[in-house]
């Protein structure tokens, strides 16, 4: 039978395996709707010129504020997968695994809670960090507002984690 930890360890790399497949498929996503918008756009100014038709060239304008929202939408959804995989990387490079792996036990990450009050409202900001593709430093301080379980050895250790936690839940608001 398989230890607790055994089955946490491999929740963890099913975790990483899906959000790497969610943000691929993202990806192709987007580029078809970048193919849709290209298109529909195209047939627009050709039948508009063909008809002679002002108002079919006018319309064609919103053609493309209409995919772009939709592409925005998208990457505001794989932003919240690039974040969390960035943050399972982040803790797979830090010493919390490290001795995660030494106590058997995965204390050092949390599962993701989507429902948070701390990310209430982040929509939109996490659209915006996809937009402008801020650096990675950027992405791990939002990445860092997420709910990580910080189990310290010692009540020192503990004491300073929670402070840090109260600094972050300001910093997210």
């Not at 010129?49 to 919103?62: A, T």
């Not at 053609?63 to 960035?86: N, Y």
């Not at 996490?126 to 939002?142: G, N």
């Amino acid at each position: 039978m398989r230890s607790k930890f055994e089955f946490q360890f491999d929740l963890l790399k099913e975790e990483y395996n899906n959000v790497q497949l969610s943000i691929r498929h993202y990806d192709s996503l987007l580029f078809v709707i970048k193919g849709w918008a290209i298109t529909t756009y195209a047939g627009f100014i050709y039948l508009s010129i063909k008809e002679y038709r002002l108002d079919l060239m006018i319309l064609s304008v919103l053609i493309p504020l209409f995919f772009w929202a939709l592409d925005s939408l998208f990457k505001g959804f794989q932003a919240r997968f690039v974040l969390r995989s960035r943050l399972i990387e982040d803790y797979l490079r830090s010493d919390r695994f490290d001795e995660d792996i030494k106590r058997e036990d995965m204390k050092g990450i949390a599962a993701p809670d989507i429902w948070t009050p701390e990310l209430k409202g982040r929509q939109f900001k996490d659209l915006l960090l996809s937009l402008k593709q801020l650096s990675s430093k950027d992405l791990d301080k939002l990445g860092a507002c997420s709910s990580v379980d910080r189990t310290s050895a010692s009540e020192a250790e503990a004491d300073k984690s929670q402070e840090q936690d109260k600094e972050q839940e300001n910093h997210c608001k």
